[in-house]
């Protein structure tokens, strides 16, 4: 599921369309994506409009086009997005195709958990509840006492649960949030409430620090973190933590509904 950096780097992709005007536009109207928006009405609002920006936060993303007119959209599991030349025709899964004078920008989604919206607004602005969203990890607002306060409010949540949590850090999937247990050696079913205030703060530096290395290495052309990093080795069985001189097989069990590894020694 593409988090922080994997929608970062997919946002960049449309980049090549700024400036240029949609003159076609081709979905499959039954997809489950069109959910909230229906294709008619994207159809609609966004012939004849012109590209002017992409922005990411956390795990969504917003496309600005001329006439206060804001196309959003959410990966969800398998969500891409590519370009094409601008006269080709739709694969299977790509159910929102906006073609261009040089491109084409596609969304694909082979399991259509992803969305897309489009809006209006009439202050040259996005849409409130996108300006409203919390803070992402690189963000000024996303501070030491920010994320104590937010720990604070769920004691009992194990902490790899409270990472997963959208309202507290944007951005943050599931394998960032092994991640920084891992990281951390915190084990990920600890109770945020047995965390005393260092390890609190020491949380949302290895937060912050996880998601700009990601942002640098996934975020700009799906690089790869290294095998220093658990990432790499969570995804199989009988995976070995990759900490020298621990060498000892990853657990993988579910925790609140999401598959989690960790190494039993260094997060004991
Ligand atoms: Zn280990």
């Known amino acids: ?46 012939e004849g409009t012109r590209f ?14 001329s006439g206060d007119t804001w196309l959003g959209l959410h990966l969800g599991m398998s969500g891409e997005l590519k370009t094409a030349p601008p006269d080709s025709l739709p694969e299977k899964h790509d159910h929102l195709v906006l073609a261009l004078a040089s491109v084409s920008l596609v969304f694909r989604d082979p399991r259509m958990f992803g ?12 849409p409130v509840w996108w300006r409203e969203l919390p803070p992402q990890p690189l963000d000024p607002g996303f501070t030491k006492t920010r994320v104590r306060d937010f720990a604070r409010r769920f004691p009992k949540t194990p902490v790899k649960t409270l990472l997963l949590d959208q309202r507290g850090f944007p ?6 949030a092994d991640e920084i247990c891992w990281q951390m050696r915190i084990a990920p079913h600890l109770p945020t409430g047995e965390m005393d205030e260092s390890t609190l703060d020491a ?10 290395e990601a942002l640098r290495v996934i975020g700009t052309d799906w690089g790869d973190p290294g ?40 997060q004991g």
């Open 1 to 46: 599921m593409p988090e922080l950096a994997e929608v970062e780097y997919y946002r960049k992709q449309w980049d090549p369309g700024i400036g240029e005007t949609v003159e076609r536009i081709r979905t499959h109207p039954a997809a489950r994506v069109f959910r909230d928006t229906p294709a008619a009405a994207i159809r609609r609002g966004l």
């Open 52 to 65: 002017l920006a992409s922005h990411a936060h956390g795990k969504q993303m917003m496309f600005a086009f």
């Open 115 to 126: 969305k897309v919206t489009l809006e209006r607004t009439d202050d040259g602005e996005a």
């Open 171 to 176: 951005g943050i999937g599931n394998w960032m």
């Open 203 to 212: 949380l949302w530096k290895t937060t912050r620090r996880i998601s700009r």
């Open 227 to 266: 095998d220093t990093w658990l990432m790499n080795h969570r995804w199989r069985d009988g995976g070995i933590c990759p900490r020298r001189g621990c060498k000892t097989e990853l657990v993988r069990a579910d925790l609140r509904g999401r598959t989690t590894c960790w190494c039993p020694v260094c």
